[in-house]
């Protein structure tokens, strides 16, 4: 009757909607700004891509699964988003033959280092290729799935866990090679 | 299972990401294999400090303001979408040829349409309030944590937990031993460390702190005083154990349960996966150790 229906079914509708979408998505913008900053290198950027993925989010949240991960579905929609303004750079999933030969070297694995810093950790993992920082950076600090972060990232799973697995080996070395040089940390 | 293949996917097995049977292979190698187990602690240890390195790092950190700009815009953005509130009745000339029955019915429908929007706004408020009232004890958590187990600062001295209990709220009265003796084993890597009542902020916490995988964690309890403030529900009738994981603050993991009228908390700088199955490990027992009393009571 004169529009006052839908009117009021619209408004629960958005209250509805925005009460569920900052319940489930909105805890994770810390944890996107982190991605974003890495993607990024830069605050003013990283802002403007977080805005993005939470407004397209939002837009999207009808399609969100419940139950499954929120974090992971944001962070494909970061990534997806990111790769659509870098596509000319192909920066993001691109490993390069050099890179592929830096982690094939990694032959011999010394024992993980214990008592590292905080600074020695970021060290190390600032001096891996990017492309293996961050597949250890969504699988070690953000805990995505592998199928997770092949569903970010668009790559196959199996090259996920293989780049993994090489990021962790050689993040390993980076940290082994400090701490031989400068003496901090016990070999276990 | 030899060395190096367990080097391989000690990793995949940090990250639950291996089959039940591999699983087993590795644990049954760890149990002959001190190297290996050593290995596997400290790329655990690699594995929490990256996680709190990488949270921490200052650069990383989002501004509050720009936190508080995004969650206004985006707000503004669904209600924006919204049809206009006020009810379009025809063109403004039809409207002034309305009869007094019409003005009626629009009389009606906008009173029905204030109480609900009215009924609406209450409803956001008090999930926002229980919301806040979550986090914020999340928050003293986390706190109560980092200076009562790990610095050990605190303003006022704690007390004993069973005397706590007899003097302030029952529950904390074996609550050591429904944490660590009775969830049926299944914390095998746990170490005691102490149990105590402490104030933080005005709130009573019964407070636990163990080892486990080498880490401080605190398990606490504390009264809220009134039913269902972390899940939302309503009713006292509606409790049911339901262990998620609420909070993320300062580098620190927090996962919690409810009971009708206690909250309980476990907090520690494991990885967020490792917390939530620590706290659902020891859910159980603390459930009905803590459910039992509040029946009784």
């Not at chain 1, 490993?95 to 600074?119: H, K, L, Y």
């Not at chain 2, 508080?68 to 002034?96: C, D, F, M, W, Y």
């Not at chain 2, 993991?253 to 520690?268: D, E, L, N």
Request: glycine fraction near 6%; proline fraction near 4%; include cysteine.
């Amino acid at each position: 009757m004169f529009g006052s229906a839908s009117t009021r079914e619209s408004l629960v509708e958005s209250e509805t909607r925005w009460a569920g979408f900052e319940a489930e998505a909105m805890p994770h913008a810390p944890s996107l700004f982190r991605i974003a900053m890495w993607l990024t290198r830069n605050q003013p950027d990283a802002e403007d891509l977080v805005q993005e993925t939470l407004t397209e989010g939002l837009s999207s949240f009808h399609r969100f699964a419940h139950g499954t991960n929120c974090r992971a579905w944001l962070i494909s929609i970061m990534y997806h988003r990111q790769s659509k303004k870098k596509r000319a750079s192909s920066r993001l999933h691109l490993v390069s033959d050099a890179e592929e030969f830096i982690s094939e070297t990694v032959a011999f694995e010394p024992p993980t280092p214990q008592n590292v810093t905080d600074e020695e950790v970021l060290h190390a993992l600032e001096h891996l290729p990017r492309a293996f920082q961050e597949v250890v950076i969504l699988a070690d600090v953000e805990e995505l799935s592998y199928k997770e972060i092949a569903a970010a990232l668009d790559v196959p799973v199996g090259t996920v866990m293989s780049r993994i697995s090489r990021g962790r080996k050689l993040l390993r070395a980076e940290l082994a090679t400090y701490a031989q040089a400068h003496g901090f940390g016990r070999a276990g | 299972m030899q060395c190096q293949e367990f080097r391989e996917i000690a990793d995949s097995y940090l990250g639950n990401e291996l089959i039940v049977e591999t699983n087993h292979a590795i644990i049954s190698h760890l149990e002959y294999c001190a190297e290996c187990r050593r290995e596997l602690a400290a790329r655990r240890e690699l594995r929490t400090r990256l996680r709190q390195a990488f949270i921490n790092a200052t650069e990383n950190q989002m501004r509050p303001e720009f936190a508080e700009r995004l969650n206004t815009q985006l707000h503004t953005r669904t209600l924006g979408k919204r049809p206009n509130r006020v009810a379009t009745v025809g063109t403004p000339r039809s409207s002034i040829r309305l009869g007094r029955k019409s003005w009626l019915a629009i009389a009606a429908c906008l009173l029905l349409g204030m109480t609900f929007v009215m009924i609406v706004v209450r409803q956001k408020a008090s999930f926002i309030s229980r919301e806040a009232t979550t986090t914020e004890l999340a928050k003293s958590a986390v706190t109560d944590h980092r200076d009562c187990a790990v610095r050990f600062r605190l303003a006022e001295k704690p007390i004993d937990l069973e005397a706590a209990g007899r003097k302030y709220d029952p529950v904390y009265i074996n609550l050591t031993k429904a944490v660590l003796t009775e969830q049926g084993g299944a914390l095998s890597d746990a170490e005691f460390v102490e149990a105590h009542s402490c104030v933080l902020e005005g709130r009573r916490f019964g407070h636990l702190v163990f080892k486990y995988h080498g880490r401080l964690v605190s398990f606490l309890v504390t009264d809220t005083g009134g039913p269902n403030i972390i899940n939302g529900a309503d009713s006292p009738a509606l409790a049911r154990l339901e262990v998620t994981p609420c909070s993320q603050l300062e580098g620190y993991q927090v996962s919690c349960f409810q009971t009708v009228r206690h909250a309980v908390f476990v907090v520690s700088d494991l990885s967020e996966s490792e917390n939530l199955a620590l706290a659902r490990a020891l859910a159980p027992s603390v459930y009905a150790h803590i459910t039992g009393i509040e029946r009784a009571v």
